[in-house]
């Protein structure tokens, strides 16, 4: 999933609450565009030499259009008119509605705000529920350079039965360059019918020249946690994204590790995008003592909070793993923790994404996706644009062969987790001192 991954639930923010009368606006916007593009198809065009006549809706046309103004939709039928008559190739009016509505929010200047249509909404939802024809890895893009990269090779995947290892740079996509265009879109030609192949072009550290691979696509149920005991007692849980299944894949997770005599905990959220907001907060209900655990507010000053029951909690000492790519529900995670003086966080500053998106379904069938609030970690901070400071600062540096693998043992970074935790141990510090 890309770096820009929102949190949502369909019409929800945080799946429990909706104003209807934001709602209903956005509704009427947008059916008010539909309504006033459909009199494109009533564009008259005449010629007369150079000169072009564009003829503009009548007034009783123009009634009921309340979002648009008349100057506003008679450059709109002027524009399609100049498609239409001069455009080197023929469009259709439903390609032009599309970049109608597209244009329209983009005009907000707002990154996370989008609109999709009937196929990518379903898109959408179906990296939501982890469940898709696809090659089982997780990949990331680069902000400035738009390269992307594989951070992730899930276990038993076609990805690693062919060879793909974590860390390859992805450079073709068939006969698409991948830094052509937002990762969003590129995973759309990496997936496919089941039993197909995609073709893949991968720059890999250490080789003399790209690499080429041929990768079935398969019926896909990725976990989106990944656990196991390391030394000493200490369990390890790596969360990759927060899914629809992934507070129950955590609980799973805890509860195995208690199982061995879990002692400690890590928990690695680098290079995790972010996600659902009710994910996030589900397993901060199973971390953190009663108390809220984080809160958002949007333009009017609502306040919707989200918190921790306090009937279940972690009572061992924790290890945050976080970075620059860490980012959304990952920061509520690291925000709460560190708020709650709950564990220590290391690695390097986060991402800073302190806004929530919503998906609103449309009744075609298409969708937008709009900033709705601001978040704020429980003592009131928000962290757009600036993320979240680690405790103990210090960069990645792998000290095995990539090319043979993950190990934890050989990261710098889990090494030091181990060490803080081995610290508290002896100390016999406890949760919140």
Known sequence: MDQEQMEWENGQTGGKKVSSGFSKGVAAGVLGTVSFFCLLSLVLVFVFGKNIHITTPSKEEEAGVGVLSKEVQAKINELAGYIHLYFYEDVDN??????????????????YTDYYNKQEYQDLQITATQNYYGIGAGLTQERDTMQVSINHVYQGSPAE????????????????????????????????????????????????????????????????????????????????????????????????????????????????????????????????????????????????EFTSEGDTYMDYPLAVLMNGNSASASEILAGAIRDFEYGTLIGTTTYGKGVVQTIYPLSDGDAIKLTTAKYFTPKGENIHGTGIEPDVELEFDYQGDRTKGYDEMQDNQVLKALEVLDNEIKNGKSKGN
């Open 94 to 111: 439903e390609t032009l509605a599309e970049g109608l509505y597209s244009g329209l929010l983009e005009g907000m200047d707002d990154k």
């Open 161 to 304: 039965s062919a060879g793909l290892l974590e860390g390859d740079i992805i450079v073709m996509v068939e006969d698409i360059e991948a830094v052509s265009m937002e990762l969003s879109e590129l995973v759309t030609y990496i997936r496919g019918e089941e039993g197909t192949s995609v073709h893949l072009q991968i720059y890999r550290e250490g080789e003399s020249d790209y690499l080429e691979f041929e990768v079935t696509r398969a019926n896909i149920d990725l976990p989106t946690v990944e656990y196991k005991m390391l030394e000493g007692n200490k369990g390890y849980i790596h969360i990759m994204e927060f899914g629809a299944p992934t507070a129950e894949q955590f609980e799973q997770a805890v509860e195995d590790l208690k199982g061995q005599g879990m002692e400690a905990v890590i928990l690695d959220v680098r290079d995790n995008p972010g996600g659902m907001v009710t994910s996030v907060t589900k397993i901060l209900d199973d971390i953190l003592p009663e108390g809220t655990v984080v809160y958002t507010q949007d333009k009017y000053g609502s306040k919707q």
